[in-house]
């Protein structure tokens, strides 16, 4: 059957029905759907969120475009390029808890890698 197929009662304004599909609700109710969510805001890919939801490619595009309609954002506006800008309030809460960390964790590290010349290690042949 076509789906334009005027002589059947569809016209190309007409949905046609599929046999055996149920179109799923999405509410943002279970875990799954909350976590992908999250973990976007967080800038992972789908890759990522789809190994730890179980949801597949197609249902996280899905549940992120409806997240991003319910809130409010333009078309183009993605969760992904809040966390790359640093704007957002989920990347300025993790930003400003994770900074202070990552700082002491460099300066505890950083200056170990590097030897600074010492009258020992440099040569003082003239």
């Known amino acids: 059957m076509k789906r334009n197929n005027r002589r059947n009662g569809h016209t190309p304004m007409t949905p046609v029905k599929r046999q055996g599909l149920v179109r799923k609700l999405v509410t943002f109710e279970s875990e799954a759907d909350i976590e992908a969510v999250a973990l976007a805001?967080?800038?992972?890919?789908?890759?990522?969120?789809?190994?730890?939801?179980?949801?597949?490619?197609?249902?996280?595009?899905?549940?992120?475009?409806?997240?991003?309609?319910?809130?409010?954002?333009?078309?183009?506006?993605?969760?992904?390029?809040?966390w790359r800008n640093g704007t957002g309030e989920a990347v300025r809460s993790v930003m400003s808890s994770l900074v202070p960390v990552l700082k002491k964790d460099v300066k505890a590290?950083?200056?170990?890698?590097?030897?600074?010349?010492?009258?020992e290690t440099v040569n003082l042949e003239l």
Do not use: M
Not at 53 to 74: C, M, P, V
Not at 109 to 119: C, E, I, R, S, V
């Open 109 to 119: 590290t950083l200056p170990k890698l590097f030897k600074h010349p010492t009258p």
């Open 41 to 82: 805001q967080l800038g992972l890919t789908n890759k990522v969120i789809e190994e730890a939801t179980g949801l597949s490619n197609h249902q996280i595009n899905y549940r992120l475009f409806k997240a991003k309609s319910a809130e409010g954002y333009d078309i183009g506006h993605t969760y992904r390029s809040e």
